[in-house]
């Protein structure tokens, strides 16, 4: 019986991916620029069984069924393919951060998916591969293969590593704002934005000469020019999700509260900025001695649940045992 496990960590896109390309097979319709975070890791054991009629898969100890299932025996079944092997497998997965947080998890688990399923099936893939294989099941879990600063291009097969993950000294401060009811999941709003938003082809437009100015500033060390071109992304993404039909407001009041707060530590010298994903949370990147400050700032600002700091991160690996 052959078993492997696997870990992987979220990553935060500064420049953003919201819509799929034409030519289909998940490939993203816009350039992404992403951290991988150390804080936040998913630990996959992918075991195989010959006895198994069917692939076993659970999350947290509890039995994943429906689509949240179908999506992962879609990814089994490339791997079977690929080894020409027709074992089923149970798959055990544990995130270190509470799934429904609204914080992403499809990334850090579908990398570690794919990777410990690449072990457990034999597979001697390369890197480039793994996160072609992630991207298909889902696009920002390409970026998560890779540590550090990563890049997932437009129409691109995988994303690759730019710069390891002590390029910039710096954390990201992530606050936990009061849970609305349950977001529409990025797969889908992303579709119902493509297909209703007026402001979706703009969006499009210009999102490569922000991925552009961010890979500069980030290649420069240029820290407030990267934020600044971070919080451009996020805004306009939002803003093409805000003209959707119906609208898609994943931005709760607490949300802007804490965008307000970002703004007045920038006021006051603080070198620190904000992006928000499919959800009501806000993440601030900010250099790491700046990192007590603006996360008690963070804590005392209404709305906040709870803070997170996470460092930067280490790429999607086979674990012992
Ligand atoms: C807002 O990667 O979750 O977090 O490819 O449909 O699975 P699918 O979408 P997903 O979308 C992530 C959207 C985002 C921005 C980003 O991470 O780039």
Known sequence: MSSATA???SNIALVKYWGKSGSGDNRTAVPSLSLTLAALTT?????LDAALVEDEVELDGTAVTGKARERVVRVLDELRTLGGKRERARVRSHNDFPTASGLASSASGFAALVVAGSAAYG?????????????????SAARSIFGGWTELLAEAESASELFPADHLDLKVVI????LGPKAVGSTSGMLQTQATSPYYPAWVSEAPALFERAKRALAERDFPSLGQ???????????????????LVYLRAATLDVLERVRQLRAD???????????????VFVPSREAPSVEAALRGTTGVEKVVVSGPGGGARVEAG
């Open 7 to 9: 870990s992987a960590r």
């Open 43 to 47: 630990r996959t054991r992918v075991e």
């Open 123 to 139: 597979l001697g893939l390369s890197s480039a591969e793994q996160s072609a294989l992630s991207r298909r099941a889902s696009a």
């Open 175 to 178: 606050a936990l704002t009061t």
């Open 229 to 247: 071109a971070m919080e451009e992304s996020t805004l306009m993404m939002h803003a093409s999700m805000l003209a959707a039909r119906p609208a």
């Open 269 to 283: 010298g603080i070198s620190a900025y904000a992006t928000m994903d499919a959800g009501p949370h806000v993440k």
